[in-house]
């Protein structure tokens, strides 16, 4: 399909020239044109994809779904990317950073498994938002996944940057936490599993996320990849060693939230049931 943008793309611009920018891939040799629909954590409704449907058959176009849970549209023209916009703004798909860094893949987490420990797809929206506030949102090159607990239904062992839920105790009480791991990646011929880089408090993921994503965007090398710059720095002990104060568990008076999990409203509790799947 192309190469996708990794360059800062700046947030300010009008919405059809950032999504334009960052959800438009043009073939680097034919100069065919793919836009991607972003489905935010990958769902989607029967309305929106009924009216998918329609804009595949209008337009005469064929699609494909992405490993990031978006849907890819291939087979456009230039012409047709204003109208195509239009359409997918009223189904609200048209967001722009699709499949890069805000685009963050997440399993269902403790919303609806069993096994999971921690709410992922809270964490996701969480670091959805600190990107974008921080104007990291559009950084290409980047992977972010995240698993409620570690069986990697989220795929978070091959991600540049992965997260999975782990039950924390802190001043006698639990709390969600992850584990972040750095560096995994699939190649043609090989596979790198992401090492681990520290324990962190799920409220503080975000920040930490932000943290390596802004620093990568700034110190990478022309054409080098995220798992390249993570062993050119030291690796990823090293860069949980910078990331160390983050590991910090105030007193539950004084941050209660930090002993709440994302769209929950009482204490923490890791609850794991019976598996409904391979992993149970």
Sequence with gaps: MGVPVTLRVNS????????ESTNVVVGAAKGTVSAIAYA????????????????????????????????????????????????????????????????????????TCNLAVTQSRGLADDIGKALEDSGLAD???????ISGCTNSCGQHHVADIGFHGAERRAHGRPAPGYQLLLGGHLGNTEVQFGQRALRLPAKAAAEATVRLVGRYAEERGAGETFPDWVQRVGGAKVLGTELKDLDDWPDPEERPDYYIDFGETGPYVAEVGEGECAAG
């Excluded at 009223?90 to 860094?101: I, K, V």
């Excluded at 950084?139 to 996944?145: C, D, S």
Aim: with cysteine.
């Design 40 to 111: 935010h954590l990958g769902d989607i409704t029967a309305d929106q994809f009924r009216a998918l449907a329609s804009i595949v058959r209008d337009f005469g176009l064929t699609v494909r779904a992405t490993n990031r849970q978006n849907l890819a549209f291939r087979g456009l023209s230039a012409e047709q990317l204003p109208e195509l916009y239009r359409r997918l703004d009223e189904l609200g798909m048209a967001e722009p950073g699709a499949e890069l860094a805000r685009d963050v893949v997440a399993c269902p987490g403790a919303d």
């Design 12 to 19: 300010k611009a009008d919405p059809y020239t950032r999504w």
């Design 139 to 145: 950084i290409g090159g980047i992977r972010i996944n």
